[in-house]
């Protein structure tokens, strides 16, 4: 076996085996070659490590010194693979231009020899950040194979522009760039890793690349709120009235959320809130800033910056907080889960149940007989809609003459009609409605998931009316427009029938039928109209709706101004206005006295 540049030879224990120390190019070589010269596989091999790097030859394998580690090199000449400390993948420049050494790059296909085909990566565009793959470890040549890391450091490279030690994510503006702040969505988050090195030609970028997501600015929704459950407690001692913000954790945190991120706030942290005087007391907005530091204000809460609301508290003198309290004390405690556990949204989404359902459009009223033509029954039909509770649902088309409807304060709860009929012979009280009376019938369904489970209500007035005029202005407020508890957040009225009942026949009376759709229910016996549902002025409570021997009368305030009238102005038209003279654009005299301008 011949050996170049033998240092020497030791000769071991066993007379049949030799030891050859080589020295070749700087390695320490470790053989065993017994006395016929043939080659035993060496225990290890020592490389010199006082040694620069060698000269670039493909294969050649060397230590380090720089990188502490053993290197070797392949094809190409810019580039040295760091054993242990870098990961490589082979790559195409599919571009027409060079790719950067140091460049962020991303698949963009695979050549015949299946080799990815890469271009410069930028985290705007979908694609192009979640194929990121890594960071061009030389310049690439447009058609020609080449290196991109994908774990470890590239060095050499131009990070002048770069804080050294700052992490950096995929540019979201400059293709194959970088930045030191996490790009605001829908941008993806690309982690490219950080900065070892901040240098023109010397600098070095640590490769880690991690593919986020676009979704991390969605956090943005709990800017403002805390954590943890807490508590507000108010103290007075008679000289000073202070507002405490009180953790309920197991823990006793109270972790603020700015800018998607925690700022830690002490437990029973105290501020002292300004004192008013018994006839004029003051408001005082109480919240933690931006920094975590719990502040006040007598005007409102920050409009310009992020914050935590705490509470609104209306401070009298400091005595008569002692005494008797503040005037108000309202607890905003923003937490994101209760002591329970139970997330914040549920607790808002049971609010919003609370209410009651809005009717958005549709369910519109078919009577079987028309106003004034009286029946032995009135069948009501209504079209299909659509009401919102938490979300909008589609109510189904109802007819009473097919699925009845059930009279819910009746004095057999739930008693079922297949619409309006003298059979309805007692009020919400079980007093006898008589013969030739008139009373008013508030109909308001219920909106559930399924269509059976949809259903149409009744409610029986407080009383009757031996007249029409007084049912249908309801003088006494006998009709009734509560939507039981249990039907709150799904029921919500529809209609007012004022009926005129006999032994044998019902009436709805001309003008009877009232519209009550986006009206909202309430305890005291009236509906308050939401700004929707009221179709014609004579819906109004206050106007007469029986225009029946009301033609070409004009309407008015009563003498006792509690209501309006029709009256008769004495002329029916312009044009019998001065004895049958038409205005024209001036201003002309009325009945021999008044001025008309126009």
Not at 124 to 153: F, K, M, Q, W, Y
Not at 478 to 487: L, Q, W
Request: with cysteine; charged share 15%.
């Amino acid at each position: 076996m011949a050996v170049s540049n033998v240092i020497y030879f030791e000769i071991t224990n066993d007379p049949s085996i030799l030891l050859a120390k080589i020295v070749a190019d700087g390695a320490l070589i470790y053989a065993a070659i017994d006395h016929d010269h043939e080659t035993i596989a060496p225990s290890y091999l020592d490389f010199n490590s006082d040694f620069p790097a060698p000269a670039h030859k493909e294969g050649r394998v060397f230590y380090d010194n720089e990188a502490n580690t053993l290197a070797y090199y392949n094809a190409e000449a810019e580039v040295t693979m760091q054993i242990g400390k870098e990961l490589w993948v082979s790559v195409h420049n599919a571009t027409g231009v060079t790719i950067p050494d140091g460049a962020a790059v991303t698949v963009t296909g695979i050549t015949l020899g299946g080799v990815l085909e890469v271009g410069l990566a930028i985290a705007s565009d979908r694609v192009s950040a979640l194929n990121t793959i890594g960071i061009a470890t030389h310049s690439i040549e447009p058609g020609t194979e080449g290196i991109a890391t994908t774990a470890g450091t590239v060095n050499g490279v131009n990070t002048v522009a770069y804080t050294e030690g700052a992490a950096i994510w995929l540019s979201d503006s400059v293709p194959g760039g970088y930045q030191e702040t996490r790009p605001k969505a829908p941008c993806y988050e690309v982690r490219m890793g950080g900065i070892e090195k901040s240098h023109a030609t010397e600098g070095k970028i640590y490769a880690e690349v991690r593919i986020i997501d676009n979704d991390h600015d969605n956090n943005a929704y709990y800017n403002g709120s805390i954590l943890e459950p807490n508590e507000v407690h108010i103290h007075c001692d008679g000289l000073t009235v202070q507002c405490e913000i009180h953790s309920l954790a197991a823990n006793n945190r109270i972790s603020a959320i700015i800018d998607q991120d925690y700022i830690s706030i002490l437990d029973n942290t105290i501020i002292e809130l300004t004192v008013g005087t018994d006839s004029v007391p003051v408001e005082n907005w109480v919240y933690i800033d931006n920094t975590g530091v719990i502040s006040k204000s007598t005007s409102s809460f920050p409009t310009s910056a992020q914050y935590i609301p705490v509470a609104r508290v209306v401070v009298p003198s400091a005595a008569t907080a002692q005494t008797y309290g503040v005037y108000k004390s309202h607890a905003y405690t923003d937490h994101l889960q209760g002591t329970s556990g139970q997330g914040h949204l549920s607790h808002v989404n049971a609010w919003i149940r609370k209410r009651p359902a809005g009717w958005q459009n549709g369910v519109v009223l078919t009577q079987s007989v028309a106003e004034g033509v009286a029946a032995a029954s009135i069948g009501l039909s209504y079209t299909s809609g659509v009401v919102a509770q938490l979300h909008d649902h589609t109510f189904p088309a109802y007819d009473t003459a097919i699925k009845p409807a059930a009279i819910v304060n009746s004095p057999i709860p739930y008693q079922q009609v297949n619409g309006i009929s003298p059979a309805i012979d007692t009020d919400g009280q079980g007093v006898l409605i008589g013969n030739n009376k008139y009373y008013n019938l508030v109909v308001w369904g219920v909106m559930s998931e399924e269509d059976s489970a949809c259903k149409i209500f009744f409610n029986l007035p407080s009383g009757s009316y031996t007249t029409e005029s007084l049912a249908i202005d309801d003088v006494h407020d006998t009709a009734s427009y509560v939507i039981p508890n249990e039907y709150k957040g799904a029921g919500f009225l529809i209609t007012r029938l004022t009926i005129q009942r006999t032994n044998t026949t019902v009436t709805v009376i001309p003008g009877g039928t009232k519209d009550l759709r986006g009206a909202i229910s309430s305890l005291g016996g009236v509906a308050i109209l939401g700004g929707s549902g009221i179709t014609y002025f004579d819906n109004l409570i206050d106007t007469p709706v029986n225009k029946t021997g009301q033609a070409l009368k004009h309407v008015r305030v009563d003498a006792t101004e509690t209501t309006l009238e029709y009256f008769d102005p004495g002329y029916n038209t312009v044009a019998e206005i001065n004895g049958g003279d038409s205005l024209d654009n001036q201003t002309d005299t009325v009945l021999g006295g008044s001025s008309l301008g126009y």
